[in-house]
T-cell receptor, first 116, second 114 residues
């Protein structure tokens, strides 16, 4: 079945540091890939998405590129802020075609803490 | 639009009790899902629905029932609560457009089973 693997956390950075959170996936077909963010005490919010190979999703300074050859979707940000402290989830959907719409497969999440 | 709403926000149950977690969406989305979030395990799919009257099991369905009589509502029933069901529960809804399936999440219900 489909699966998503994220880098082990937690990740602790100083403000303005460069961020990379690794994400690799296993899926049949051509999944859509997502990064969700969860701020303390809140639900999940979509951060960015990509639907086909070589697509780059971007939002709020975060970027991720859909790499089919390496089955990866790593999240990057050039300069993190304290307000970026949150839990980040990589996820995929639709890997097996139409029957898998409505379902997301998540990675285990990576806790990011940014210090001033 | 209120988006996806969930009630209650917090709940404490005793082992063996039953309860229903409510979920509603006002975006006319065809797909709705229930997930549970446990530390170090991400979110795992419990049940999902691709439309009114149609439901299916996800990765961890045991101990939970769902039904979908309307497009808007997708309640999750715990039949006989167990401590292993202590978790945070998220409901989500989504639409399908051009092959993309973007899900919108509710704020969650934190459930403790004693």
């Amino acid at each position: 079945g489909d699966s998503v693997t994220q880098m082990e956390g937690p990740v602790t950075l100083s403000e303005e540091a460069f961020l990379t959170i690794n994400c690799t996936y296993t899926a049949t077909g051509y999944p859509s890939l997502f990064w969700y963010v969860q701020y303390p005490g809140e639900g999940l919010q979509l951060l960015l998405k990509a639907t086909k190979a070589d697509d780059k999703g971007s939002n709020k300074g975060f970027e991720a590129t859909y790499r089919k050859e390496t089955t990866s979707f790593h999240l990057e940000k050039g300069s993190v802020q304290v307000s970026d402290s949150a839990v980040y989830f990589c996820a995929l959907s639709g890997g097996a075609g139409g029957t898998s719409y409505g379902k997301l497969t998540f990675g285990q999440g990576t806790i990011l803490t940014v210090h001033p | 639009n209120a988006g996806v709403t969930q009630t209650p926000k917090f709940q404490v149950l005793k082992t063996g009790q039953s309860m229903t977690l409510q979920c509603a969406q006002d975006m006319n989305h065809e797909y709705m899902s229930w997930y549970r979030q446990d530390p170090g395990m991400g979110l795992r799919l419990i049940h999902y629905s691709v439309g009114a009257g149609i439901t299916d099991q996800g990765e961890v369905p045991n101990g939970y029932n769902v039904s979908r009589s309307t497009t808007e509502d997708f309640p999750l029933r715990l039949l006989s609560a167990a401590p292993s069901q202590t978790s945070v529960y998220f409901c989500a809804s989504s639409y399908r457009e051009g092959g993309i399936n973007e899900q919108f999440f509710g704020p969650g219900t934190r459930l403790t089973v004693l």
